[in-house]
């Protein structure tokens, strides 16, 4: 079975632009969550999305938005892009019935 | 809150020897338990999880991590550690029961020295 796919692998913007990133999670897993990791640090939690609601939200500003669709794939909206928001952001998909977090390879974003 | 410490940034090695990486946890009830590794530029695989029974949790590439309830920790062991183990280790608390976020710790890096 395939894991969990995002696209695109790398993005480069400039400060002030949008920024869409899209997740696939593993086949049966409904519930998708995305992480911010930059450099240096571990991963912090941003969205989680269950049957294409809003389950949990971390600590950042409401220029993050996400939503996820009829096929549980999912989108991460970044909107006015700061140089802080440079970092590699992670998709992990999950089943109902446990919590385990399987991991897609992210996408590496560069904010200049 | 629930908050994970990694007291150890970086770890060096000498091949084939053991390996253990510490982990302490803060949350109020029985968590959920992780730990990930990340190789260079890559995302998060799963090496082993806890979420209740044994405490002695047996994961994939040799690694296993046992659950300290007393001491709030789950540190991940290894008895001989392969050149390829070289990565950053990613301890991670969750809750039981709802759909809430995963809280990972800052890592801890690993250097594998011949």
């Known amino acids: 079975d395939a894991g969990v796919t995002q696209s695109p692998t790398h993005l480069i913007k400039t400060r002030g632009q949008h920024v869409t990133l899209r997740c696939s999670p593993i086949?049966?897993?409904?519930?998708v969550s995305w992480y911010q990791q930059v450099l240096g640090q571990g991963p912090q939690f941003i969205f989680q999305?269950?049957?294409?609601?809003?389950?949990g939200r971390g600590n950042f500003p409401d220029r993050f938005s996400a939503r996820q669709f009829p096929n549980y794939s999912s989108e991460l909206n970044v909107n006015a892009l700061l140089l802080g928001d440079s970092a590699l952001y992670l998709c992990?998909?999950?089943?109902?019935?446990?919590?385990?977090?399987?991991f897609g390879p992210g996408t590496r974003l560069l904010v200049l | 809150a629930q908050s994970v410490t990694q007291p150890d940034i970086h770890i060096t090695v000498s091949e084939g020897a053991s390996l253990e990486l510490r982990c302490n946890y803060s949350?109020?009830?029985?968590?959920?338990l992780f730990w990930y590794v990340q190789s260079p530029g890559q995302g998060l695989q799963l090496l082993l999880k806890?979420?209740?029974?044994?405490?002695l949790v047996q994961g994939i590439k040799g690694f296993e991590a046992e659950f300290k309830r007393s001491q709030s920790s789950f540190n991940l062991r290894k008895p001989s550690v392969h050149w390829s183990d070289a990565a950053e280790y990613f301890c991670?608390?969750?809750?039981?029961?709802?759909?809430?976020?995963?809280?990972f710790g800052t890592g801890t890096k690993l250097q594998v020295i011949p």
């Open positions: 992990a998909s999950s089943s109902a019935r446990q919590e385990t977090q399987y």
């Open positions: 086949s049966g897993h409904k519930s």
């Open positions: 999305y269950y049957e294409k609601e809003e389950r």
């Open positions: 949350y109020g009830a029985t968590p959920y």
């Open positions: 806890y979420f209740s029974g044994d405490t």
């Open positions: 991670a608390v969750g809750a039981i029961g709802g759909y809430q976020k995963v809280t």
